[in-house]
């Protein structure tokens, strides 16, 4: 599998692929692959809303000058340059998406935040940012030349998903899985290159132990996807999944948030007869909040205001597996040689 991050699992509010259904990620787990560290959604800072998707604003734009403000009082609040005089909008994403959330949470702020990058001359417009500009001026009929583009955090990157050993093998005997669709390299906080990483190395990675595999795995007898996935999720029960998956893994989280999310997974889950593929999305739904619920710390980009210390004690992988329809939870070392990366 290399089908990408789970996009899918929160239609129209991620920055992937419109093509990921999320279905993939959905039906193995159904099957009972081992999943780690589900909890760990990256949200990036600065994104606009398009038909069925956030557009990502790039980091270029802040790593040319551009500075991100609030208006608080009646006037702009360059909030990042005074919250964090040290690197300001050049913080982590997570610091500065987290910070948004609490600006605009503030008696005396509006709801809207701003992406400044009218004072960025001319020559940056021409070369470095020229891709950006169009896009922003397509998109939002407004030049951001010229006046501030409003921004929004969005889902950007699965740091969890499908957990493999240090070859690319899962736990399920024939299936490999490299890129954006596996847990391996990101731990609970990607950094912005790393994807290449999974993709490049981590797909050439799983090709060699395919092949090095082939011969036993011919002997198997072949499955038929068909066979499982004969009806389609609805629509209305997708859109209202996700809806509970943003109202309890949004960037600053607690356990009554998620709890109150869970509760209405499971309402929802009894309100209707699920085929094959809603069962699987539902599963691997109450596993994203199950593990941010067990997950009692902050680290990278889980932050719990209810725990906001890090927990040294808890620096492992959480695992999340699917067995007779009921999802099950531990945590395991995070191994100290590559070669021990075996998931059981």
Not at 68 to 86: D, N, S, V
Not at 156 to 185: K, N, P
Not at 244 to 270: C, D, F, M, P, Y
Not at 289 to 316: F, I, T, V, W
């Amino acid at each position: 599998l290399c089908t990408g991050g789970m996009n899918g699992i929160f239609p129209g509010m991620t920055t992937g692929t419109t093509q990921n259904t999320g279905d993939a990620a959905a039906a193995v787990f159904g099957q009972g692959v081992v999943f780690g560290n589900l909890e760990m959604l990256q949200y990036h800072p600065t994104t606009i809303g398009i038909p069925s998707k956030r557009c990502l604003v790039t980091e270029a734009a802040r790593g040319e000058g551009g500075h991100l403000y609030i208006e608080r009082a009646g006037k702009r609040w360059y909030f990042m340059q005074e919250l964090f005089p040290e690197m300001g909008d050049l913080s982590p994403r997570d610091v500065v998406a987290r910070t948004m959330f609490f600006v605009r949470r503030q008696a005396d702020t509006g709801d809207q935040i701003y992406l400044d990058l009218t004072s960025l001359p001319a020559e940056t417009w021409r070369g470095k940012l020229s891709d950006l500009r169009q896009e922003l001026m397509h998109y939002l009929s407004a030049d951001p030349k010229k006046q501030p583009v409003p921004v929004q955090e969005g889902i950007h990157y699965f740091m969890g998903g499908i957990l493999t050993d240090a070859v690319h093998r899962t736990g399920m005997t024939g299936l490999y899985a490299a890129g954006e669709c596996a847990c391996q390299y990101h731990g609970a906080n990607r950094l912005g290159g790393n994807s290449m990483l999974g993709a490049i190395y981590g797909g050439r990675c799983a090709a060699e132990t395919m092949l090095r595999d082939a011969c036993p795995l011919m002997e198997m007898p072949p499955v038929s996807a068909a066979a499982c996935y004969q009806d389609a999720a609805s629509p209305a029960l997708i859109q209202r999944i996700s809806g509970i998956l943003l109202g309890g893994l949004g960037i600053v989280r607690n356990a009554e948030t998620l709890q109150k999310a869970l509760e209405e997974l499971k309402s929802l889950a009894q309100e209707q007869t699920c085929n094959r593929r809603e069962l699987d999305r539902l599963a691997l739904a109450e596993a994203m909040l199950r593990s941010a619920l067990e997950r009692r710390e902050s680290r990278g980009a889980h932050y719990r205001e209810d725990y906001p210390e890090r927990d040294e004690a808890l620096r492992q992988t959480l695992a999340a597996q699917c067995t007779g329809g009921s999802v099950h939870l531990r945590f395991q070392p995070i191994p100290e040689r590559r070669s021990d990366a075996i998931p059981v």
